[in-house]
C-alpha cells in the first residue's frame, strides 16, 4: 500500500545530541516537505524538496539539515539538540505535476515527536 | 504572501449538531484552499479542497466548505456531528509555488 513512513515516532534524547529523523514514502511523489507543528499554532514549513539532490529553506528558520538522495527519502537530521528544539516533526509529500492532478494535495505521515531533555 | 487565521482555536458542540469551523485567508493570487483533519496520534489528512469552479465544495466524511471572495472565507461546516468528528482540524492555503500555509487549527470535541 502507497504509503508515507516516518520513524521514530517518539524520541526523548539529552542536549547535545545528534538525531535524525526518517521519512520515507512509497507513491513515488517528486516533492517532499518537513513540518514543525506545535500546539495551538500554525504549522511551519521547515524545509523541502522538488526533487532528488534539491532542498530549499522553508519559511521558518531551522537549525536542522535535510538531504534528498533518493526519491522515496527525506531524513531531517539535527547535529546539535537542544531544548528549543522539543516539538512534533511531520513529513509530507505530494506529486510533481500540475495542480489539476493534485500538485499540492499533501500527504502526511503519522509524525515524529521529539523531546530534547 | 499567503496566509490563513482560524476563528477559534477550539469548538465544543453536541453530538448531531451543527458544526462550523471559521477560515479567513490572504492571498496576492488566486487561492487554492483546504481543510485537512488530525486525529490524535496521526498525521493529517485531506478533507476537501478549493481550486477552480464551483465555490461549494464536498469533501469526506459529510464536510463541505463554500469559498466567498468577497469575504476571503473558506468556512467548513457538517449539519450533524458525530463523536468521531473529534480532532484538530486545519485549514491550508497554497502560495503560487503550490507551498501551503497553514492556520494555527481548531479542535472539536463532541458533547455526547
Known amino acids: 500500500e502507497a504509503d508515507i513512513y516516518q520513524t521514530p515516532r517518539y524520541l526523548v534524547i539529552g542536549t547535545g545530541k545528534k538525531i535524525t529523523l526518517e521519512c520515507s514514502q512509497t507513491?513515488?511523489?517528486?516533492?517532499m516537505y518537513w513540518y514543525q507543528q506545535d500546539p495551538g499554532m500554525e504549522l511551519h514549513l521547515i524545509h523541502y524538496?522538488?526533487?532528488?539532490?534539491?532542498?530549499e529553506k522553508g519559511d521558518l528558520s531551522s537549525e536542522s539539515t535535510v538531504s534528498r538522495i533518493r526519491t522515496e527519502h527525506f531524513p531531517l537530521t539535527l547535529e546539535s539538540a537542544r531544548p528549543s528544539h522539543t516539538s512534533q516533526y511531520l513529513c509530507?509529500?505530494?506529486?510533481?505535476?500540475?495542480?489539476?492532478?493534485?500538485?499540492?494535495?499533501?500527504?502526511f505521515g503519522a509524525g515524529s515527536r521529539l523531546t530534547v531533555l | 504572501a499567503q496566509s490563513v487565521t482560524q476563528l477559534g482555536s477550539h469548538v465544543s458542540v453536541s453530538e448531531g449538531a451543527l458544526v462550523l469551523l471559521r477560515c479567513n485567508y490572504s492571498?496576492?493570487?488566486?487561492?487554492?484552499l483546504f481543510w485537512y483533519v488530525q486525529y490524535p496520534n496521526q498525521g493529517l489528512q485531506l478533507l476537501l479542497k478549493y481550486t477552480t469552479g464551483a465555490t461549494l465544495v464536498k469533501g469526506i466524511n459529510g464536510f463541505e466548505a463554500e469559498f466567498k471572495k468577497s469575504e476571503t472565507s473558506f468556512h467548513l461546516t457538517k449539519p450533524s456531528a458525530h463523536m468521531s468528528d473529534a480532532a484538530e482540524y486545519f485549514c491550508?492555503?497554497?502560495?503560487?509555488?503550490?507551498?501551503?500555509?497553514f492556520g494555527a487549527g481548531t479542535t472539536v470535541t463532541v458533547r455526547a
Open positions: 491550508a492555503v497554497s502560495d503560487p509555488d503550490y507551498k501551503l500555509s
Open positions: 492571498s496576492s493570487v488566486p487561492p487554492y
Open positions: 524538496s522538488y526533487g532528488v539532490n534539491s532542498t
Open positions: 509530507a509529500s505530494s506529486p510533481r505535476t500540475g495542480l489539476r492532478s493534485g500538485a499540492n494535495v499533501l500527504t
Open positions: 507513491m513515488g511523489h517528486d516533492k
